[in-house]
Nanobody
């Protein structure tokens, strides 16, 4: 059974940091590109960051570049999103996604609220 389980969300003040984790099971994690998306209330889901299977290729949305860092540990079947210098506009539900060709798996999401 395929599972992607996000964790690490919560309430943080502007300027603060959070580290999200996404633990995968039920498929060969190292064969899949991993992505973090987010969806704010009333907005479309937005691609935040992508990391290739071996971690050698990484891309970020312009809105998070320089503040967020995506990484993966293929031994632990886990992808991470380190979020620094958080802003209120980063408030959203954050989802991880595993992709390989036409196959995509989604996690259930973790809420991040940036507010004073």
């Amino acid at each position: 059974q395929v599972q992607l389980v996000e964790s690490g969300g919560g309430l943080v003040q502007p300027g603060g940091s959070l580290r999200l984790s996404c633990a995968a099971s039920g498929f060969t994690f190292s064969d899949y590109v991993m992505m973090w998306y987010r969806q704010a209330p009333g907005k479309e889901r937005e691609l935040v960051a992508t990391i290739s299977t071996a971690g050698s290729s990484i891309t970020y949305a312009d809105t998070v570049k320089g503040r967020f860092t995506i990484s993966r540990d293929n031994d632990k079947n886990t992808v991470y999103l380190q979020m620094n210098s958080l802003k209120p506009e980063d408030t959203a539900v954050y989802y991880c996604k595993a992709g390989r060709g036409s196959i995509n798996y989604w996690g259930q999401g973790t809420q991040v609220i940036v507010s004073s």
